[in-house]
């Protein structure tokens, strides 16, 4: 019900508009207007901000219908059931976009909850400001008098496990990968099943079962090689999560040397390059995107995991997720999602420069963005 | 040419014969093939296959009763534990002597919560009994089969003893029976009684679950997949952030956020209630229920379907969909015979990725998932820390890492793995 | 090539640190509050007395599958671990933890009364000194359940009178018991109820009537948030928890003190330590579990002393400034309609019915 009489009224407003007034920056400004108070009138402060949005929106889009603008950026010759259905895609992967982005950014704000629950409390829905604080943020940083730089501890040491895990799985899983991409390679299945195993085994036995072993090699490095306990514990979960990195590296690189062109090594050894060097001036360039990605898969897998590190790893490699999982389990707080807010802040910060980095590059080059 | 070959082997330029030279070709590409994967395998092989293998090994091996009650075992062979009748004294002697070296090394609570997996009460019993054995001397004190009795009824009950006779072998499929909702008996396999069933329900379920989810993925996966691959680089890129930015989120975080939105009280409750599309006193049950664990989990697994086929879209010439058009045919045509067959490498890698994920994940349904929402990795994880029964969280590890292997192999039969491309 | 350095560095860092710190102990438990009350009475004045660096692990979850993996290894690297009363049994059951004579390796009550009588009945098994008592209990949302706060356990089940969700621990501990007594049985008869098939049945039963009704929760920290949310009108959860909740937090709500199920937490001392760190963990223990430190252990969370003697020391929130007596489990007032968890009980039959209750559960 509600729908069809906004969708009467947003007509009239579209008639008024078009016919009486006949003047677009005008009419804009006045939609806006209505919207604004309208929204104050039901809703206070969260009224006026939906309003300005809505108002915004509504005389954007009945222009948009009326001068026919939705054919600019289109082929001149696509019917108008090809125009529909281009928008109707639009939207649809929107939603999706929408769906996918949505949950992270709703509990980003309650990162600054006053209260220690994931809760919007009334005074944060009203924008009081004594509803938000920044307590979650020292929590993170270590500077309130009752925390102990446990998050910034087990933050640090994610940071040197899941880089030197990624290193491992990267260098050795390309290898290998480019090893099984050659024709006549004996048991190659067999091979390959062995090598994805990590991805398949669920963690909680691979957990235990690794357990056994990197308590044996533990026991060997500290008491025949004579190394010091931190860093064995720091080893032990390095070469553990680099295993479960393996199959993702695997994948990914097999998959982008399925189209590569063996003619290219065969050309380069032909001009007399060493396979090192043909190794790094011709393969690695072509199959990069795949190791890229497939170090991407493995990193995040060592810097999310929580269930291996929590069984081999003792209180001094305590990593992020596991400070993250206790934070859940022995107290709700909110200090999980404040770590949450600064990591994606960072990783938008680096994706996009590193976009504009592209961007510019390509200009001095002189390409045109394709 | 081929007359030449006829009679002789052809030569190749430093005199071996081509055939022979060939072949030492191939065997040195092999040797270089087998190097460059060799330090990978051999690492993987020792830090997890051995490691893992050892673990599922668990699932058969069952020495401790032998071990601990020795003499016990074997006078046990004389006696029929159909009958309905007591074992003869010699059994509870030899159990007596057992029993009480057990107590010396502290080992009878150990047998005793071994067999309380079996039956309840065994664990008490043997921990109770064994306050009064360590008392007596194996020799003066016989007999023993009255005294026993005495100390608790239940070792004048033929089913304690047959309990412990038909888990006495050395390796048993116990725990196998176990995992898919039998018990081994005196009689051979059963199944268990109705109202304990549900290992076999939790399995079928976590396939099915994980099917949809990884449905779900694929049905929303493609259209953003098909939108990244075509946009300019510009815009593409920008909106790829918005797929790494999940992506990069821990997954404790993302399952909370799901939580926050869903709950009765939720954020989607709430905005639907403040527009007035549903009352506040019938607010919709969206969490704690199968609806939750798969919109969560297809929102935490969609990103592991997006990239493989984002990067399997992208090598896709958007030429070949104009060509199809101009010769004739119509969007659906030209879309479902050219671009999609070209699009299912990656299907297929983002479909593998997302389904063996899907099939191990506990922590997610575990939050958002309710009474519906339990896998069979959260049964696997109570047994390995909460019960301690390795033995069935082992043959439950193995059954489903069975069932994977199976589905991969069903995988490649239907689609070919080799089909299949992830980065 | 930066990791590596980074790398490099901490263990420089470390190998210096440990030559300095010779003495060290890993003392292994929950976390949060918890860890940090303990922290707080027993860790810093040891450490403070004796030198001894403490190292916090906080894995007391993991910790009966974790110890069983480090003694099968041969490699314990824990030096006393906290864990709940049901748990230190089954560790014990298993060989895993050490047995302790308490009369000779615990510290005498100031009167002289010996451990073993300080502690009493609390004494479960022969490896577990018990540090605290807790209850499992009901908080109920003041706002939400009408004029009439609820006085009883059974109003959990009365689905007429307070109709709203309510949450439940997602095990059948605690929760069997519960509902045979709103069922009609007699608090001494409930385990010999449940020890039959039909007992079991009939508490399922009778947890079946509010079955749609319950939101389950499996870690500590979910009760507490869902009664904030305004998700349940009313949960169960430990008491220090609600405690936390209500003077901390300032939330609505308040604590049902009806069949609250009394429970322990406490210390074990792994088996096969060497001998060294073995009297290294047993003088910690000494120290630990005296009167006063009990007494001290009370100030940062509201938890009971397992000691009798520890009782009359219990003084103020060391933040809150409030009287924790009357927030004590243990107090008369709190403590007027108790009920002790039945450890040989759980320990035979936890499995068993756990299995039943799952599929109960999924049914």
């Given at each position: 019900m509600g729908m069809i009489g906004g969708a009467v009224i947003l007509m009239g407003l579209a008639t008024l508009y078009i016919?009486?007034?006949?003047?677009e920056k005008l009419s804009r400004w006045l939609n806006l207007a209505l919207f604004v108070v309208a929204g104050f009138a039901f809703a206070q402060v969260g009224g006026i901000v939906l309003g300005l949005i809505y108002g915004s929106l509504t005389s954007w889009f009945i222009f948009w219908l009326y001068e026919g603008r939705?054919?600019?950026?289109?082929?001149?010759?696509?019917?108008p059931g090809q125009v529909l259905w281009h928008y109707t895609f639009r939207v649809i992967c929107g939603a999706i976009f929408v769906f996918l982005i949505t949950p992270i950014l709703v509990v980003l704000?309650?990162?600054?909850?006053?209260?220690?629950?994931f809760t919007f409390t009334p005074e944060m829905l009203r924008l009081?400001?004594?509803?938000?604080?920044l307590k979650h943020y020292q929590d993170f940083l270590g500077l309130?008098?009752?925390?102990?730089?446990e998050w910034l501890r087990s933050f640090k040491n994610s940071l040197v496990i899941a880089p030197i895990a990624t290193i491992i799985s990267v260098s050795l899983g390309t290898l290998a990968a480019i090893g099984l991409s050659q024709?006549?390679?004996?048991?190659k299945r067999a091979i390959m099943a062995i090598l994805i195993s990590p991805m398949i085994v669920p963690l909680i036995i691979s957990a235990t079962g690794m357990f056994f072993f990197y308590s044996d090699l533990g026991n060997f490095m500290e008491n025949?090689?004579?190394?010091n306990k931190n860093f064995v514990g720091y080893v032990k979960v390095v070469l553990a999560h680099a295993v479960l990195g393996i199959p993702f590296v695997i994948i990914t690189v097999t998959a982008t040397l399925?189209?590569?062109?063996?003619s290219l090594t065969r050309a380069a050894a032909n001009m007399g390059a060493n396979p090192v060097t043909t190794f790094f001036r011709v393969q690695m360039p072509l199959i990069l995107p795949g190791v890229i990605s497939g170090g991407l898969f493995a990193f995040i897998t060592s810097f999310d995991e929580v269930v291996v590190v929590m069984f081999i790893g003792s209180a001094s490699q305590k990593t992020l997720p596991w400070q993250m999982f206790l934070g859940l389990r022995e107290q709700i707080s909110p200090t999980i999602l404040a770590v949450a807010t600064i990591l994606v802040a960072l990783s938008v910060a680096l994706l996009v420069t590193l976009e504009l980095l592209r961007r510019r590059s390509e200009r001095l080059r002189g390409m045109s963005p394709s | 040419m081929t007359d030449q070959t006829a009679g002789q082997d052809m030569i190749a330029a430093d005199g071996m014969p081509l055939k022979k030279s060939l072949a030492k070709s191939l065997q040195r590409e092999k040797m270089r093939a087998l190097m460059l994967i060799a330090p990978l395998l051999i690492f993987v092989l020792i830090t997890f296959i051995f490691p893992i293998g050892s673990m599922l090994f668990r699932?058969?091996?069952?020495s401790i009763v032998q071990d601990t009650l020795p003499k016990t075992v074997v006078a046990l062979?004389?006696?029929?534990?159909?009958?309905?009748e007591l074992p003869d004294e010699a059994v509870f002697t030899a159990f007596v002597e057992d029993f009480i070296i057990a107590v010396e090394n502290k080992e009878h609570t150990r047998i005793g919560s071994r067999l309380n997996y079996e039956v309840s009460g065994m664990s008490s019993l043997f921990r109770k009994s064994a306050r009064k054995v360590k008392k007596w001397d194996p020799v003066q004190d016989a007999p023993f089969r009255d005294k026993l009795i005495d100390v608790?009824?239940?070792?004048?009950?033929p089913a304690t003893w047959s309990i412990i006779k038909t888990h006495s072998?050395?390796?048993?499929?116990g725990y196998f029976l176990n995992a898919i909702d039998m018990q081994r008996t005196a009689e051979g396999a059963q199944a268990q009684p109705e109202d304990k069933q549900i290992l076999i329900k939790l399995f079928i379920r976590t396939v099915k679950m994980s099917l949809i989810i990884t449905g779900m993925c694929i049905l929303l996966g493609y259209p953003v997949a098909w939108i990244l691959a075509n946009l300019p680089n510009r815009s593409a890129n920008m909106l790829m952030i918005l797929v790494l930015l999940p992506f990069w989120t821990s997954l404790l975080v993302r399952t909370s956020a799901w939580k926050v939105m869903l709950q009765n009280q939720g954020v989607i409750n709430d905005t639907l209630v403040w527009l007035g599309l549903v009352s506040n006193d019938a607010?919709?049950?969206?969490?704690?229920?199968q609806f939750g664990t798969i919109t969560a989990m297809t929102h935490i697994l969609l990103p592991f379907m997006i990239l493989p086929m984002y990067s399997v879209m992208q090598t896709i010439p958007p030429s070949y969909l104009r060509a199809a058009k101009s010769l004739g045919a119509t969007n659906w045509t030209a879309f479902w015979r050219v671009y999609f067959p070209q699009s299912i490498p990656g299907i297929g890698a983002g479909s593998i990725l997302v389904f063996i994920l899907a099939i191990g994940y506990y922590i997610t349904p575990e939050i958002v998932g309710g009474?519906?929402?339990?896998?069979i990795s959260n049964r696997i994880a109570y047994h390995i820390s909460?019960?301690?029964n390795w033995g069935l969280a082992a043959a439950l590890g193995a059954i489903l890492l069975a069932v994977v292997l199976v589905l991969y192999w069903a995988y490649d039969k239907i689609?070919?793995?080799?089909n299949v491309k992830l980065g | 090539m930066k990791f590596t350095k980074t790398l490099l560095a901490t263990t420089a860092l470390t190998v210096a640190a440990g030559a300095v710190a010779a003495q060290e102990m890993t003392i292994v438990s929950w976390g949060g509050a918890y860890s940090k009350s303990q922290l707080k009475a027993y860790h810093e004045p040891y450490s403070a007395k004796t030198g001894v660096t403490i190292i916090n692990d906080d894995s007391s979850a993991e910790a009966v599958a974790k110890l069983r993996a480090m003694n099968e290894a041969g490699n314990?690297?824990?030096d006393v671990v906290d864990v709940v009363a049901a748990d230190a049994m089954r560790l014990c059951d298993e060989g895993l933890a050490m047995e302790i004579d308490a009369d000779t390796q615990l510290a005498p009550a100031p009167?002289?009364?010996?451990a073993s009588e300080d502690f009493g009945d609390l004494?479960?098994?022969?490896c577990f000194i018990p540090q605290i008592v807790y209850s499992t209990t009901f908080g109920y949302r003041t706002d939400l359940v009408g004029d009439t706060p609820p006085t009883s356990v059974c109003a959990v089940f009365d689905?007429?009178?307070?109709p709203g969700k309510r949450s439940l621990e997602k095990r059948p501990i605690n929760n069997m018991e519960w509902a045979l007594l709103c069922d009609g049985v007699a608090k001494e008869d409930v385990y010999d109820v449940l020890e039959t098939p039909e007992g079991q049945d009939r508490a399922l039963a009778k947890l079946d009537t509010i079955k749609d009704s319950v939101v389950w929760w499996s870690a500590g920290a979910d009760t507490p948030q869902l009664l904030a949310d305004g998700e349940v009108i009313m949960g169960s959860t430990y008491n220090g928890r609600l405690f936390s909740v209500i003077e901390?937090?300032?939330?609505?709500v308040a604590m049902l003190w009806d069949a609250q199920v009394f429970d322990l937490d406490g210390w074990i001392i792994p088996a096969g330590l060497s001998e060294e760190r073995k009297q290294r963990a047993l003088d910690y223990i000494y120290f630990a579990t005296d009167t006063q430190r009990l007494a001290d252990q009370a100030k940062y969370i509201s938890y009971g002393p397992a000691?009798?003697?520890s009782a009359p020391l219990v003084g103020k929130h060391?933040?809150?400034?409030?009287?924790?007596a009357p927030h004590m489990p243990t107090d008369p007032n709190n403590a007027k309609n108790t009920f002790l968890y039945n450890y040989e009980f759980w320990a035979d039959y936890r499995d068993d019915i756990d299995a039943k209750f799952q599929a109960w559960l999924a049914k």
């Open positions: 016919t009486v007034i006949n003047n939705y054919r600019r950026n289109l082929l001149p010759y696509l019917t704000p309650l990162s600054f909850n006053a209260q220690d629950f009081d400001p004594d509803g938000y604080s309130r008098a009752d925390s102990n730089g024709s006549h390679v004996p048991a025949t090689m004579g190394m399925v189209g590569f062109d063996r | 699932s058969v091996e069952n062979q004389d006696w029929d534990e159909l009958s309905g608790d009824k239940d070792w004048g009950d072998v050395k390796y048993t499929n607010r919709l049950e969206i969490i704690n229920n009474t519906d929402g339990v896998f909460s019960s301690l689609v070919g793995i080799d | 314990v690297t824990w009167d002289g009364t010996p004494l479960v098994s022969d689905l007429e009178n307070y901390e937090q300032k939330q609505p000691r009798a003697s060391e933040e809150l400034g409030i009287d924790m």
